[in-house]
């Protein structure tokens, strides 16, 4: 079976551009969270969608959005790119969350 | 609010040795509570969980953990640490009057030397 897929594995971009990253959940998963990693740290919590709608938001500045699709994959958009967004992004996938969540191996962003 | 302790950055055993992993908690109500792993350039692997019922919850790879709610804490263990081990490892806790967010540590390294 397929785990949580997430592209591209590595990108650099420049600071002021914008970047949309792409997750695709494990089969039947209907929930989709994403998480920012910078170096050195535990994960933090960025979004939570389930059946395409918004159930949670961290602590994360308007330039960050994120989307859901019918077919339940995602995508995390940043707008305005600081050179701190620099950090792997996390995408998980969950049946529910009382059962845990899978992670991908992320998106390694580089803003220079 | 929701927030997980990891005391120790850096933890090394050696190969054969036990190999324990803290973590302490803090949530408003019961808690969810995970342990994940990561290797370098990678995501984060699930190692086990804390739902309900026993306290002592088995995982993968011969991990174990305890949950003590007096104490809130939630302590990863192995009895006998192999090389493979070495890695970062996180843990998580939820609030389980919200089911999206997981808060996790700042992670523990663990270095198992031959």
């Known amino acids: 079976d397929a785990g949580v897929t997430q592209s591209p594995t590595h990108l650099i971009k420049t600071r002021g551009q914008q970047v949309t990253l792409r997750c695709s959940p494990i089969s039947g998963h209907k929930s989709v969270s994403w998480y920012q990693q910078v170096l050195g740290q535990g994960p933090q919590f960025i979004f939570q969608y389930y059946e395409k709608e918004e159930r949670g938001r961290g602590n994360f500045p308007d330039r960050f959005s994120a989307r859901q699709f019918p077919n339940y994959s995602s995508e995390l958009n940043v707008n305005a790119l600081l050179l701190g967004d620099s950090a792997l992004y996390l995408c998980?996938?969950?049946?529910?969350?009382?059962?845990?969540?899978?992670f991908g191996s992320g998106t390694r962003l580089t803003v220079v | 609010a929701q927030s997980v302790a990891q005391p120790e950055d850096q933890v090394n055993v050696a190969e054969g040795n036990p190999l324990t992993v803290k973590c302490t908690y803090s949530?408003?109500?019961?808690?969810?509570l995970f342990w994940y792993v990561q290797y370098p350039n990678r995501g984060l692997q699930f190692l086990l969980k804390?739902?309900?019922?026993?306290?002592l919850v088995k995982g993968s790879y011969g991990f174990e953990a305890e949950f003590n709610k007096s104490q809130t804490s939630f302590h990863l263990k192995k009895p006998s640490a192999l090389v493979s081990d070495s890695a970062l490892y996180f843990c998580a806790v939820r609030d389980r009057s919200n089911d999206y967010k997981l808060s996790f540590g700042a992670g523990t390294t663990v270095t198992v030397r031959a």
């Open positions: 804390y739902i309900t019922g026993d306290n």
């Open positions: 949530v408003s109500g019961n808690p969810y």
């Open positions: 998980a996938s969950s049946l529910q969350g009382l059962y845990g969540y899978t």
